[in-house]
Every structure is written in C-alpha cells, then in structure tokens.
C-alpha cells in the first residue's frame, strides 16, 4: 500500500491522479546495538531510506505533483540541497510533465546528477545558499517562474508549498500503524523545520481523530552550526531565529533562514518537546555506527536524530522503557563523498590469486 492510504488526511486529489511509483509503507526496525549501549533498550529506526528515491522527500513530491496534475499544471519549478529535487524530479517523469530545479551551489554532485537521471533541467547558481542577497534574489525569481501559466513552485517547506508537505505527514500515520505499543519521543532532524512541523501536524490528526490519547515528545535535532530552532524552543521563545550564515557542514540542514521555524516551535511546544543540538563530527561518527553496527546506510543528514537520541539517552533524558524513534531520512547512495570517507576506514587491498590462498 502507498501513502495514499491516508487520503482522508491529505489535500483532496481524485483517485485518477494520485501517482505512486512506490511511496510510503516504509520499514521500521528495532535497534540491535546502537540503542541497548546506550541504555535504549526500545530504540527504534524509520527508514525513509527506502523510499523510491530514497528520502522522506518522496512524500512531498507524491502529493505535490499529484496536485499538479489534477488541476492541470505542466511545469514544476522549484530548488533543492539535493534530495526534494530528485523526489519532484521522479515524479514528474512518472507524470510526463517538466521539471526545473535550481540548485544551491554546496549539492552534492550524486544529488544533482540524480535528478538529471530522472530527466530533470538543473541550474546551479553560484552563492545561492551562500550569499543572502543572492539567496533572496534567486527565491524572487523563481516565485516569478513558479507563478506562470501552468506552472507550480514546489519547495519542500510549508511556508512555500503546505499541499505538498501535508504528504509528509503520513510518516505519522505509519508509525502509529506499524507500533505495537505507544511510541513516546520521536527524534527528527532540522533544518528549516518542515519534516518536523508535517510529523508533528501527524500526530496531531491522530489525536484529533481519537486514534491515539496523546501524542508522543517531538524532539528536534539540529547541527549546532545551525541553530534556528533548537534553542529559542528549549529558552521558551515564542519564534524560531534566522542566521547570517550556516557553518553546519551537514547537507541538507544548512538553512539558516526560519521558513516553518516559528509553527515547528509552537508545535513541538504542544507535545511537550524539546530542542537537542550535535555536532558534525557526532553526526559522522553516528552515520559510521548506523552501517557498521546495524547495518544501515544513510547520509549524513539521516544520522543526525540517532545522533540526537543517544545523547538525550545518556544525559538521562529517556526512561529505559520509553518507546523511541529516529528518523533516518536519506540514502548514504546520496552523498559520495562521507560514503567515500567511511569506506576508507577498512582496508581494500588488491591481491593476486596466490596471495588470496593465504587469507584464512
């Protein structure tokens, strides 16, 4: 089953112009290692990794175009780090229409290069993402393109595109379909605050549906080169804080402008939740752990709520029998360079036949 079996959630689309290529229904595994030695004995992993094109970000994009096409739109325009670009990118291929990203001037060459597999037209824009003037700028421009006949903006992020993003909050409706016992804190990673105001907004349709009695604490991670959020949450702030300049060298999460912060804030307050910031070098450190503890692959964005997890285990802010989860939100397939930095951790020596006898 796909994610458009929560359509009683989601915006109306008819059934004729729902697209799945596979979406949703995603695993979720327990912890064998990483969580009992932190004293996580319920740790648990929701792989979006296993998504079509391998991040969460494939929600966004199913509803998204799925809009699209039922009101007769032809042409998505939107920008990306890397991985809501590949989502948009597929399922407009899957829907036959066009598709144009640009991209910060940081993405990840896999990243870029898997959105044109899907036939997309990319444009890297030098300082976008960097100089704040140029940001601004580029952003104008493309609401300027995205407000063309027959075309749509699609930004994975409420204040720019909330008919899209409500899709994400089907990782919500999963969760509580597939735990057998109440889950009690779920850890997301942070950027511009999106995936945790969609799971948020999630978990709340449950309650409000009397499908759950109350909502679990949203935990929201954040590299500590950029804290938008994390802090004005745990300091009481009414709104989140835009920063000059990220230095968070994590993909994905270097946004240093608010976008959903300020509605994340007041929404994980509502759960009771609570801000937690890691470095990068904790954040890598967890991304080796994840593959050579419990054999999942992700990048370094999808280690960062793991990373955030066992920290709050230690500091003792986790009962032992509290039921947890952790969001692994992109393939490690994604970023080349931190698989290429774990993989020359062990050693590949090229060896003749002869010599391969001798290995017992």
């Avoid at 016992?181 to 999630?202: E, K, M, Q, Y």
């Avoid at 949203?218 to 949450?233: E, S």
Wanted: charged content about 20%; overall charge neutral.
């Amino acid at each position: 089953m796909s994610l458009w079996r929560w359509s009683e959630f989601l915006p109306e689309v008819p059934s004729a112009y729902r697209l799945d290529i596979g979406t949703g229904q995603t695993p979720l595994i327990r912890s064998l290692r990483i969580g009992p030695s932190a004293g996580l004995p319920n740790l648990w992993f929701k792989l979006e990794t296993a998504n079509p094109t391998g991040s969460y970000k494939d929600r966004f994009g199913a509803v998204a175009i799925s809009h699209m096409i039922a009101h007769g739109r032809n042409r998505c325009v939107g920008t990306s780090s890397g991985n809501s670009g590949a989502a948009l990118a597929a399922h407009c291929a899957a829907a036959g229409i066009r598709c144009e990203i640009a991209t910060i001037i940081t993405a990840p060459a896999n990243k870029v290069d898997q959105m044109r597999i899907y036939g997309a037209r990319v444009f890297k824009v030098d300082e976008f993402g960097l100089d704040p003037e140029v940001t601004r700028d580029t952003f104008e421009h493309l609401k300027q393109m995205g407000s063309a006949p027959g075309a749509a903006l699609q930004i994975s992020a409420y204040c720019y595109s909330p008919t899209g993003m409500e899709g994400v909050k089907t990782i919500s409706y999963e969760l509580n379909a597939q735990m057998s016992a109440p889950c009690h804190h779920v850890f997301v990673p942070a950027g511009g605050g999106g995936l945790a105001l969609a799971v948020t907004r999630g978990f709340e349709d449950l309650v409000a549906a009397g499908t759950i009695g109350t909502m679990p604490r949203m935990r929201i991670i954040q590299p500590a080169g950029n804290d938008t959020i994390a802090t004005p949450l745990n300091e009481g702030a009414a709104e989140a804080r835009s920063i000059a300049q990220s230095t968070s060298r994590i993909s994905g999460l270097q946004c240093p402008s608010v976008l959903d912060g300020h509605d994340l804030i007041h929404a994980a307050r509502r759960s009771s939740g609570s801000g937690h910031l890691v470095s990068n070098e904790a954040v890598w450190e967890m991304q080796q752990r994840l593959a050579f503890e419990e054999g999942v692959f992700c990048e370094p964005a999808g280690a960062v709520a793991t990373a955030g997890a066992v920290l709050a285990g230690r500091e003792g802010r986790i009962a032992k029998d509290e039921n947890v989860v952790c969001l692994v939100t992109g393939s490690g397939f994604k970023d080349e360079p931190s698989a290429r930095r774990i993989a020359e951790r062990t050693e590949c020596p090229t060896l003749t036949y002869e010599q391969l006898r001798r290995v017992h």
